[in-house]
């Protein structure tokens, strides 16, 4: 692999007639130690962890990548004893993401679990919003819903020993980016009051919200509305958490984007046609 390359070769080899390529040393006469055998020169460069992090989130990135590409910069890094940090493993995590390779994204998540317990290297925030994330995309909903009740956890834990004046050492600080995925993971399945729990939960966290946040909410909310009208039910539920969702938008001083205020206007716009005497609205009709 070329950083294993780079390292194996940077001592400086005696210059050759053959033509070199793109696997040859480096050769330049202005160099230190250039014309010097091999073998006298133990290294003038060596590749550390965050070369190689580099490296893979190079890889990762691009769509034209395979997996197989990864995986062999990562042997290539435990090859030359290079420790793998939590970086490492986030970025192995999120490359498997990004290329739909499940099967490796499971095995990464199993080796940052040992090394975790073991107290190698920690799983951090990054960590569970990108296997959070990751489950959401292939749709491994019990994976989900395991990682959510464990990252929920340790996110309470944190907060809990903030409140308290004391040293937080132990659980997972919370942040927007891990919780806005937590809320997406229950608006896709349109688990309307576990939906709205996290994002409660996101608010008593004092976290930042934004359109983000609310637009898969509001989403849920039209869905869960259309499912009511019909089954011939009373709509007013889902209408009542729009408009209350709504507020607590406007609290925050989130400005709707035009999916927000579609989904809020065929949520809450339109009458409520199965809706009880004290629920009904005006408004078009349903059908």
């Not at 937080?168 to 997406?184: H, M, R, Y």
């Not at 930042?208 to 609310?214: G, K, L, V």
Request: proline share 3%.
């Amino acid at each position: 692999m070329f950083l294993g390359d780079m390292w194996r070769y940077s001592g400086m080899t005696r210059p050759s007639k053959r033509r070199s390529d793109f696997s040859d040393p480096f050769l330049d006469s202005r160099l230190p130690g250039s014309g010097v055998a091999a073998d006298s020169v133990h290294s003038v460069w060596r590749p550390a962890a965050r070369h190689y992090n580099i490296a893979l989130d190079a890889i990762g990135r691009d769509c034209t990548s395979a997996i197989d590409e990864l995986i062999l910069l990562h042997r290539d890094m435990r090859s030359h004893s290079i420790r793998e940090d939590t970086i490492t493993f986030n970025t192995l995590l999120n490359g498997c993401r990004r290329l739909r390779a499940w099967g490796f994204f499971r095995e990464v998540e199993a080796q940052m679990r040992q090394r975790d317990e073991w107290g190698i290297t920690r799983m951090d925030v990054t960590s569970w919003a990108t296997l959070v994330q990751g489950y959401r995309e292939c749709k491994d909903w019990e994976a989900a819903d395991r990682c959510v009740a464990e990252v929920s956890s340790a996110c309470r834990t944190w907060y809990r020993l903030q409140t308290d004046g004391k040293a937080a050492d132990g659980g997972i600080k919370p942040t927007v980016e891990l919780w806005s995925t937590i809320v997406n993971v229950y608006a896709a399945r349109d688990m309307v009051p576990e939906m709205v729990a996290s994002r409660r939960v996101m608010q008593g966290f004092g976290l930042s919200m934004s359109a983000h946040t609310f637009a898969p909410i509001f989403a849920a909310l039209h869905r869960a509305r259309r499912s009511l009208a019909r089954q011939k039910k009373d709509a007013w539920p889902a209408i009542e958490l729009a408009l209350d969702e709504y507020e607590a938008m406007r609290a925050s001083n989130v400005l709707p984007n035009a999916t927000i205020l579609t989904n809020l206007a065929l949520t809450v716009g339109l009458s409520n046609t199965f809706a009880q005497p004290d629920h009904a609205q005006g408004g078009r009709d349903d059908r």
